[in-house]
Structures are given as structure tokens and as C-alpha cells.
């Protein structure tokens, strides 16, 4: 099973960040699992920004809910994340995961595959 993101590398203030995970290997839809999006902004920890399960019931961390939007495409086997209204401080290595629950304590609770992730940078 492999998840791999791809989207834009560099926003401008106040834009929309689309980033999509494409998983192989297995369906979103089957197997319990938890397919999350983490992101950790340089030089801090890393942050759980939300989660859509298998049953497509989705989960939203604390810090960046107002902001965010997870959606999934069962068709190509995709997930999808959203960060509406970026500013610089939306600056980090975005990570789409695989996880067998919810965080309980840390970001990366539960989660047992990662993508490479990708550094994207909001600067004008």
C-alpha cells in the first residue's frame, strides 16, 4: 500500500491550498482505516489537521478546522484536504497517512503509513 501527495509547492497569502492523496494498494473505502492529513511547520510539531474514514465519516484536529475541508473521490481512490485563507504560518511538509484510529495524544498516534509528503511555502 503506498499514499502519495501531489498539489502546489508555493501559495500566495490568502489562497486556497488543494492537496490530493492518492493511495494503491488498497480501497478508502474498506479496511477501517483512518486516511488523515498531518503537517508540520518547520521547526515545530507536527499537526493533526483532520481525518476521513473509511465509512467517509470525517474528523477534524482542533487547531484548523475553520480553515479546513477533507473530501475523498471513491472513483480514483483519492483524498482529498483543503486550507482556505493561507498566510505564511500555513508554511510546512503536508503529510497524507494512513492510520488505524484517531489521535489520542500526538498527531502521528495510530498512523502506520506515510507519504513522502510536500514542503509547501506561503509567501508573497
Known amino acids: 500500500v503506498q499514499v502519495r501527495e501531489s498539489g502546489p509547492g508555493l501559495l500566495k497569502p490568502s489562497q486556497t491550498l488543494s492537496l490530493t492523496c492518492a493511495v494503491s494498494?488498497?480501497?478508502?473505502?474498506?479496511?477501517?482505516?483512518?486516511w488523515t492529513w498531518i503537517r508540520q511547520p518547520p521547526g515545530k510539531r507536527q499537526e493533526w489537521m483532520g481525518s476521513?474514514?473509511?465509512?467517509?465519516?470525517?474528523y477534524y484536529g482542533p487547531f484548523l478546522k475553520s480553515r479546513t475541508s477533507i473530501s475523498r473521490d471513491t472513483s480514483k481512490n483519492q483524498f482529498t484536504l483543503q486550507l482556505i485563507s493561507v498566510t505564511p504560518e500555513d508554511t510546512a511538509e503536508y503529510y497524507c497517512?494512513?492510520?488505524?484510529?484517531?489521535?489520542?495524544?500526538?498527531?502521528?498516534?495510530?498512523?502506520?503509513?506515510w507519504g513522502k509528503g510536500i514542503l509547501v511555502t506561503v509567501s508573497s
Open positions: 497517512c494512513r492510520g488505524s484510529h484517531l489521535p489520542i495524544q500526538v498527531a502521528a498516534d495510530g498512523i502506520d503509513l
Open positions: 494498494g488498497e480501497s478508502i473505502t474498506t479496511g477501517s482505516w483512518y
Open positions: 476521513i474514514a473509511y465509512d467517509g465519516s470525517i
